[in-house]
């Protein structure tokens, strides 16, 4: 199995969801930034 905590999402096509989609990315990025800290 894997040792560390794994997740990953794909979106092919963020259409009217675009926005959103921007902003949990960010989101997640402030999150890995914190954790790597």
Do not use: F, R, Y
């Not at 990953?8 to 790597?36: H, M, N, Q, Y």
């Amino acid at each position: 199995g894997i040792e560390v905590a794994a997740a990953s999402a794909c979106i092919i096509d963020p259409g009217e969801a675009k926005d959103l989609v921007e902003e949990i990315i960010e989101k997640v990025k402030e999150i890995k930034a914190k954790a790597a800290k």
